[in-house]
Nanobody
């Protein structure tokens, strides 16, 4: 089983920054494709950023240029650096791992952007 634990969420003013972390269990992290999703109340869950096992990244258009996803395989951790935050970024952010066609989810961390 793969367990994912997110951290780093909180309350931030518009224009501020946060860095989310997702720590994964197991010995095969380097083989996982990782993603950050977010879900606001009443909204569909959407992919925010993804990073493959080979290091390729992609982003939702809404966050491109503001968010950066990275991974540290030695620490079994994926990060989401969020800059220039906007109120519409408010959501629960969830970490996702995929390997061999199986998908795993963390519990999520709340990000609230408000003045």
């Amino acid at each position: 089983q793969v367990q994912l634990v997110e951290s780093g969420g909180g309350l931030v003013q518009p224009g501020g920054s946060l860095r989310l972390s997702c720590a994964a269990s197991g010995n095969s992290f380097s083989f996982y494709n990782m993603g950050w999703y977010r879900q606001a109340p009443g909204e569909q869950r959407e992919l925010v950023a993804a990073i493959t096992k080979s290091g390729s990244t992609n982003y939702a258009d809404s966050v491109k240029g503001r968010f950066t996803v990275s991974r540290d395989n030695a620490k079994n951790t994926v990060y989401l650096q969020m800059n220039s935050l906007k109120p519409e970024d408010t959501a629960v952010y969830l970490c996702n791992a995929v390997m061999a066609g199986r998908s795993y989810w963390g519990q999520g961390t709340q990000v609230t952007v408000s003045s």
